[in-house]
């Protein structure tokens, strides 16, 4: 989806990744 959320489920703008998200980027990485 265009959207992404942060963990407490705020809606950031399109394009922003959720920390989740940036976590699996992260571990995809090492």
Known sequence: ???TYVS???P???GQFS???VN???N???
């Open 19 to 21: 920390v989740d998200e």
């Open 24 to 26: 699996k980027i992260t």
């Open 1 to 3: 989806s265009p959207y």
């Open 8 to 10: 407490l489920g705020k």
């Open 12 to 14: 950031v703008a399109p």
């Open 28 to 30: 995809l990485k090492k």
